[in-house]
């Protein structure tokens, strides 16, 4: 296992990453986005995930789509790399694969994509698309995934599958990174931890308790084992860094205490479907609180809340049971982030470095 990377959520719908009323200095903008971009990189973050978001689900009115987006921000950056999100069933592969390779020429190699099998069904009945059956919809992504490598690594491409059929199809330039340019998917259940077993370089994991990561890592690592293949995993964590532990939570709570009740409704009603559908209800969603829903993806259950020291030390215990990737999300971008990248992500270095010369850390 490598050293940690830091990932944050591009705020690039309104409404910030928590569906509460309390102000925050958080804007979905281009021009803020470019800000929090640069911010990023010169405070040791190494990658951003742009949300796919066509309709407004919790509050979230106005959204700026993620490959467009990913594109301008690196016109404006040297070293980020961009993970755009993408619904299969909204856009078809072949193209998706030419998009993402035209961003990886265009950004020199900095290119990756999340593939997000998808939870609301507005945004595909609203354009006219099927809603599929919820694990229909992870073999659809999952071949998805597989057009998009075949256009990266052959001459021709050609696939034949229920969803998808090319037929010798050509697509040049290649990525920069060829077959390589790292492939992210979600999901809790038994369907997304298999695609990913399968598919997969990097698995999301929404927010959660350090053993309840630690029963999908062992769970995904075995099914990914029985491919003969390895995947990586990415959890995620809201993260508010003050001065004081009593500081940070104070924040939490003002956040909670201010949420936007009929948004949160809103939300958990579309939601509902995605985390109780599965037969054995383990999708995302399927237990989560009030609370959790607040931030969306469940990131208050991570624990990334405290001072820089107690945050640092979260991190590390999360990297001791198999995470790679840390995930974060804000409440003021604008100085929030620079002080997660400046304060913590020195510390947590500072520490793997420790433990690596203990022996502790492989």
Known sequence: MGNL???????????GLVVSKLPQQTDWSFEANKRYAQIAEDSNYDLALLQTRFFASYGAEYQ?????LASALAAVTDRLQLISAVHPGLWHPAVYAKM???LDQISGGRAAVNVVSGWFKQEFTGFGEPWLEHDERYR???????????FWTKEKAAFSGDFYKINDAPS???PVQGGNLPIFQGGNSTAAKQMAARVSDYYFMNGNTLEGF??????????????????????????????????AYQQLNDIVHAADDEAVEGFKQSVKEAGQSTQDRQGMWANSSYKDLVQYNDGFKTGLIGTAEQVANQIIELKKIGVD???????????DLERFGKEVIPLVKEKEAKLKAEGVLA
């Open 172 to 174: 040049k330039p290649k």
């Open 214 to 247: 630690q029963k999908q890592i062992n769970e995904v690592r075995e099914l990914a084992q029985q491919e003969g293949r390895e995947v990586k995993f990415a959890a995620h964590g809201f993260a508010i860094v003050r001065d004081s532990e009593e500081e």
């Open 325 to 335: 990737l840390i995930l974060t999300a804000h409440f003021h971008y604008e100085q």
């Open 100 to 102: 993402l390779s035209t």
């Open 140 to 150: 659809r992504s999952e071949e998805f995934i597989r057009v998009l490598r075949e």
């Open 5 to 15: 990377k830091f990932a944050y959520w591009v705020p690039n719908v309104s409404g």
């Open 64 to 68: 700026l789509e993620a490959i467009t």
